[in-house]
T-cell receptor
Framework: DAKTTQPNSMESNEEEPVHLPCNHS???????IHWYRQLPSQGPEYVIH???SNVNNRMASLAIAEDRKSSTLILHRATLRDAAVYYC??????????????FGTGTQLKVEL | NAGVTQTPKFRVLKTGQSMTLLCAQD?????MYWYRQDPGMGLRLIHY???????AKGEVPDGYNVSRLKKQNFLLGLESAAPSQTSVYFC???????????????FGDGTRLSIL
């Protein structure tokens, strides 16, 4: 499975945008880029995913580099409730092997007033 | 909206005891998964199932067994608990997508298991 690299931690102020980077230089053509987040004492929660084009949903935006070797999760206005561990995961779009997710250690986002 | 429900939420066992963790989903998902999460680490896949009556090993399957007798339930068993199995256990499910489509996994809130 292709690996991802994320910073261990980032800090943001409330109401400001947050850009969470992810490097995935060995990504294959059929790998989707998925983002999950895990709030304290909860299970992971799906945030967004994409293949080649930038994606937007009610939670966040995903910006994917043209060569697909990196991506950025964008929270447009961070709130205290966004403080969580954010995981960037590559997932084989061919669906083989049970569509498993391989979690790294993610980025711990701290949001301050 | 129940989604994925795990029982129990907390449990303390003594070394050598056995127990079963239950995961139930009401979304008619084909795929189900069991993960464990140790402090400061990401989730690691224990076992998974792509359909009723089928199971497969994940990254860390030793010491665990699973069964998927009904589509909506996925059971994780510890036959002889060991302190190394102290962890938070998460269950997840997902819909089987078509080729090149990707379905998100839906997670339960976890079972916190301590083995003394």
């Amino acid at each position: 499975d292709a690996k991802t690299t994320q910073p261990n931690s980032m800090e943001s102020n409330e109401e400001e945008p947050v850009h969470l980077p992810c490097n995935h230089s060995t990504i294959s053509g059929t790998d989707y880029i998925h983002w999950y987040r895990q709030l304290p004492s909860q299970g992971p929660e799906y945030v967004i995913h994409g293949l080649t084009s930038n994606v937007n949903n009610r939670m966040a935006s995903l910006a994917i580099a043209e060569d697909r070797k990196s991506s950025t999760l964008i929270l447009h206005r961070a709130t205290l409730r966004d403080a969580a561990v954010y995981y960037c995961i590559l997932r084989d779009g061919l669906g083989g092997g049970g569509n498993k997710l391989t979690f790294g250690t993610g980025t711990q986002l701290k949001v301050e007033l | 909206n129940a989604g994925v429900t795990q029982t129990p939420k907390f449990r303390v066992l003594k070394t050598g005891q056995s127990m079963t963790l239950l995961c139930a989903q009401d979304m008619n998902h084909e795929y189900m998964y069991w993960y464990r999460q140790d402090p400061g680490m990401g989730l690691r896949l224990i076992h998974y199932s792509v359909g009723e009556g089928t199971t497969a090993k994940g990254e860390v399957p030793d010491g665990y067994n699973v069964s998927r007798l009904k589509k909506q339930n996925f059971l994780l068993g510890l036959e002889s608990a060991a302190p190394s199995q102290t962890s938070v256990y998460f269950c997840a499910s997902t819909k089987r997508g078509t080729s090149l489509s990707n379905q998100p996994q839906h997670f339960g809130d976890g079972t916190r298991l301590s083995i003394l």
